[in-house]
């Protein structure tokens, strides 16, 4: 059953168009068997299948992926995902973009103990869980080179939030269902680089901002 399970991954990802190896594919099995599972008994998500799992949640990690190759980051950013949850996108997007240290940070002390869980069935390099709200992160892991925000705070928020994590340099890609607002109501950010897709014949949107006073 497990090996019909993981080639009907493989053709789930054929068909949206991302080429995973075979290990990326038998870890992201491993990690849709975990939610699944712990679905059930903590809610973690609210799809209850793995094929809506995986093309409602999923695809957004691996479309994440390709959008962060095309940013200047540095060679081995730091990086925080705020609000991680149940550990997306940041597993997934672990799984197919292993760069640098990532720290999922999770106040919620169920979803910190699932990812942890899903952590040491995935064996994930340098992928951390910090179960802590974003303005407790030891000053010794400040700042971040990039924060990821899939549905942590409305961005009026996070913004100003994020300034105090990485006061002069890094960037922060937000994932949204609505396009970039107008520059002027961002600053002292600026957009460097957008990128739209579907799913579920709904349009989902990442914004990568960075602080005006960064360096091209």
Not at 22 to 39: D, M, P, T, V
Not at 128 to 138: K, S
Request: glycine share 4%; net charge positive.
């Amino acid at each position: 059953m497990k090996q019909i399970l993981i080639q009907e991954l493989s053709k789930e990802l054929d068909r949206a168009g991302f080429g995973l190896d075979a290990e990326q594919i038998k870890k992201l099995y491993s990690f849709l068997s975990l939610l699944i599972k712990w679905n059930k008994v903590i809610n973690l998500v609210g799809p209850k299948d793995w094929v809506e799992i995986f093309r409602t949640l999923i695809v957004d990690s691996l479309y994440l992926k390709d959008f962060l190759l095309s940013l200047s980051l540095k060679n081995s950013p730091r990086t925080f995902d705020l609000g991680a949850g149940a550990g997306l996108p940041g597993i997934p997007l672990r799984i197919v973009w292993n760069t640098g240290e990532y720290y999922l940070i999770e106040v919620r002390n169920k979803r910190a103990v699932f990812m942890r869980n899903a952590l040491s069935h995935l064996s994930l390099p340098k992928t951390f869980v910090l179960g802590m709200r974003a303005q407790e992160v030891p000053e010794e892991l400040l700042p971040p080179d990039l924060i990821i925000s899939r549905a942590f705070m409305p961005w009026p928020k996070l913004l100003p939030l994020a300034r105090k994590l990485m006061p002069d340099h890094g960037i922060v890609v937000v994932m949204a269902n609505t396009a970039a607002p107008e520059s002027d109501q961002l600053a002292p950010w600026q957009v460097k680089k957008t990128f739209s897709y579907e799913v579920q014949k709904k349009k989902r949107y990442f914004w990568a901002l960075e602080l005006n006073n960064c360096p091209n």
